[in-house]
């Protein structure tokens, strides 16, 4: 469940950490979907900081323990939660976790959430309150499945089904995004604008209503997405400010703090101090 661990574990048992990693044997069905289970094997509980990502985060809790969702809207117990790409600055805590994730690219989420982008921006959701009672269907049939491979089948075949004939995001939209991806947040909108062939003001509208950020906040998102991983593996912040195209390490710390909450040094680890 911590950040670099998302889709990325080698083996089926992350050993440092505790917590069992379970990846779908044969992949996803859909693109733009990555999924894993996870269990807290050796109970030593869950407390995380949630971060912006490229990607909006579903978790889909089993069982009956709620993880405490803690942001500025206050403490709020969910069972399953969606984290949207700029939840602001929060933290998930519990015990004995044992969930599916599902990270989705924006494309995917736009067309599997049923939601508008926007009334996720600058949240953690309970995913109760987007998909209903879909959403206790699911955990139900998860939580009684007696395999991590049944579980994750069940969930790909779920968003399978909410795919068809759900709404596909505008193709202009969709390759601004990955331009902003593929240069890791070094774009110019205008630049953008003209790629799609669009105005800029119309590109900045339909980017916004499709995806929930608009291309300026998006871009700053991947950039910071990409300081973020090079922080905890342990280079210092000059470096990776250098690295990632900031003006300089106190625009790196400016951007740290505005999406993340904390510093660049809290944020690797270092310290604890948010100042």
């Known amino acids: 469940m911590r950040r670099h661990e998302v889709g990325a574990a080698p083996?089926?048992?992350?050993?440092?950490?505790?917590?069992?990693v379970a990846r779908p044997l044969g992949g996803t069905t859909l693109d733009g979907v990555r999924m894993a289970g996870f269990r807290d094997d050796i109970a030593a509980g869950l407390d995380m900081r949630v971060l912006p990502q490229p990607v909006v985060v579903?978790?889909?809790?089993?069982?009956?323990?709620?993880?405490?969702?803690?942001?500025?809207?206050?403490?709020?117990?969910?069972?399953?939660l969606v984290a949207s790409l700029?939840?602001?600055?929060?933290?998930?805590?519990?015990?004995?976790?044992?969930?599916?994730?599902?990270?989705?690219?924006?494309?995917?989420?736009?067309?599997?959430l049923g939601v508008s982008p926007l009334e996720l921006d600058g949240s953690v959701t309970g995913l109760d309150d987007v998909w209903g009672r879909h959403e206790r269907?699911?955990?139900?049939?998860?939580?009684?499945?007696?395999?991590w491979q049944e579980r994750?089948?069940?969930?790909?075949e779920f968003l399978t089904k909410r795919a068809a004939g759900?709404?596909?995001?505008?193709?202009?939209?969709?390759?601004?995004?990955?331009?902003?991806?593929?240069?890791?947040?070094?774009?110019?909108?205008?630049?953008?604008?003209?790629?799609?062939?669009?105005?800029?003001k119309r590109l900045w509208s339909r980017f916004r209503d499709q995806i929930g950020l608009t291309p300026k906040r998006a871009a700053m998102l991947?950039?910071?997405?990409?300081?973020?991983?090079?922080?905890?593996a342990g280079q210092s912040a000059g470096d990776v400010a250098l690295a990632c195209?900031?003006?300089?390490?106190?625009?790196?710390h400016r951007d740290v703090l505005a999406l993340a909450g904390c510093t660049p040094g809290a944020l690797a680890g270092r310290t604890t101090s948010a100042d």
């Open 245 to 252: 195209g900031y003006a300089d390490q106190p625009h790196l």
């Open 11 to 20: 083996s089926d048992r992350d050993a440092e950490n505790g917590w069992e």
């Open 137 to 147: 269907r699911l955990r139900e049939q998860l939580t009684d499945a007696t395999t």
């Open 58 to 80: 579903v978790v889909i809790g089993l069982g009956d323990n709620p993880v405490m969702v803690e942001s500025a809207a206050g403490h709020r117990p969910m069972r399953s």
């Open 166 to 200: 759900a709404p596909s995001m505008s193709p202009e939209v969709a390759a601004a995004w990955d331009t902003i991806v593929a240069r890791r947040g070094r774009v110019r909108v205008g630049d953008l604008a003209a790629s799609s062939g669009w105005s800029r």
């Open 222 to 232: 991947v950039r910071f997405d990409h300081a973020a991983r090079a922080l905890c």
């Open 152 to 156: 994750l089948a069940l969930t790909d």
């Open 86 to 112: 700029s939840p602001g600055p929060a933290r998930i805590r519990g015990e004995r976790v044992e969930c599916v994730e599902v990270c989705l690219s924006p494309p995917a989420a736009y067309a599997l």
